[in-house]
């Protein structure tokens, strides 16, 4: 078996987390390192290596972290808008090798991200 990654360090309890919601297939922290005054990461409970990782059999548990997405900004009062991020690969920028959707809001965001 593989190393467990640090995200699951952190679903595990071995590694503080700041958790915002949990159910049984993902959860959402608050990021270490903010780009936003709300910068959260939803997390997938299954360790898929990111979504380029993703196969058919993770499309159900890929809608639910969209919508816990969705959910959590509502929750954080992000009524005027933010952003999911996904980093995918090296030039994707993504450095913890364990799936997850950035959620950013609470300032207004810019394109291209760069
Ligand atoms: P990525 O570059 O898309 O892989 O994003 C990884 C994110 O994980 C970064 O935004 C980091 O700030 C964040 N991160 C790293 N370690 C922790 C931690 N212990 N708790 C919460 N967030 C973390």
Redesign the pocket.
Known sequence: MSEPT?FTR?IEGE?P?DFVHRDEHCVV?????P?APVHL?VIPVKALVGIQGAEEEDRSLLGHLMLTAQYVAQKEGLSSGYRLVV?AGEDG????PHL?I?VLGGRQMNWPPG
Not at 29 to 33: A, K, S, T, V, Y
Not at 93 to 96: L, S, Y
């Open positions: 640090l952190i590694i987390g922290i608050r990021d270490i390192n780009q990461l980093n920028g993504q450095e913890v997850h950035h």
